[in-house]
T-cell receptor
Framework: AQTVTQSQPEMSVQEAETVTLSCTYD???????LFWYKQPPSRQMILVIR??????QNATENRFSVNFQKAAKSFSLKISDSQLGDAAMYFC???????????????FGGGTRVLVKP | GAGVSQSPRYKVAKRGQDVALRCDPI?????LFWYQQALGQGPEFLTY????????KSGLPSDRFFAERPEGSVSTLKIQRTQQEDSAVYLC???????????????????FGNGTRLTVT
């Protein structure tokens, strides 16, 4: 079974600064996807960024970028030029890319709370 | 609707009561997932539907939990004889609208609802 670990319960960042969230995972599969989701107080999970394991190039979405280290099974998220609206819980998640009849569920980490100071 | 809709948004139940939580997925979405998110933790998988078929229920914590999706659209998660440990946010997610193109059932992104916060007193 796959596991996802986020070792930072909470991170604080000054507005306009950069913060990096850590995520490690454990899997025996070679083909998979990794995600970062944002969960504001509204509780809705919002996809921030996605990385395919077979791609060596790190994914980037505007101010959000990842550092994907497949051999180390590490997948960190960097938020640049932090904004007040970035304050939320952030979850790292794993999803197998192998086609499974029972569906490809997401496995989530425990989350990191990001606080943005004005 | 434009997104996944869940109701009620909040539910308070006395221990021992039965509850039913509703999920309206995005129209046409084939896949539907239920997750349980305890306070301060990440969501944990409960069950998965492909259309009306429940293909994976390995995450349901006990036989008090039951989910259905009889017509392949709206889904209901039912919890019988609720216990305090059932207190959590229950999230629903759907994916993949059937189109004329080759479907990418396993690769399409999940769309989450706002969840139902269940409190058992």
């Amino acid at each position: 079974a796959q596991t996802v670990t986020q070792s930072q319960p909470e991170m604080s960042v000054q507005e306009a600064e950069t913060v990096t969230l850590s995520c490690t995972y454990d899997t025996s599969e070679s083909d998979y996807y990794l995600f970062w989701y944002k969960q504001p107080p509204s509780r809705q999970m919002i996809l921030v960024i996605r990385q395919e394991a077979y791609k060596q190039q790190n994914a980037t979405e505007n101010r959000f970028s990842v550092n994907f280290q497949k051999a180390a099974k590490s997948f960190s998220l960097k938020i640049s030029d932090s904004q007040l609206g970035d304050a939320a819980m952030y979850f790292c998640a794993y999803r197998s890319a192998e086609i499974k009849a029972a569906g490809n569920k997401l496995t989530f980490g425990g989350g990191t709370r990001v606080l943005v100071k004005p | 609707g434009a997104g996944v809709s869940q109701s009620p948004r909040y539910k308070v139940a006395k221990r021992g009561q039965d509850v039913a939580l509703r999920c309206d997925p995005i129209s046409g979405h084939v896949s539907l997932f239920w997750y349980q998110q305890a306070l301060g933790q990440g969501p944990e998988f409960l069950t998965y539907f492909q259309n009306e078929a429940q293909l994976d229920k390995s995450g349901l914590p006990s036989d008090r939990f039951f989910a259905e999706r009889p017509e392949g659209s709206v889904s209901t998660l039912k919890i019988q004889r609720t216990q305090q440990e059932d207190s959590a946010v229950y999230l629903c997610a759907s994916s993949w609208r059937r189109t004329g193109k080759t479907p990418d059932l396993y690769n399409s992104p999940l769309h989450f609802g706002n969840g139902t916060r269940l409190t058992v007193t």
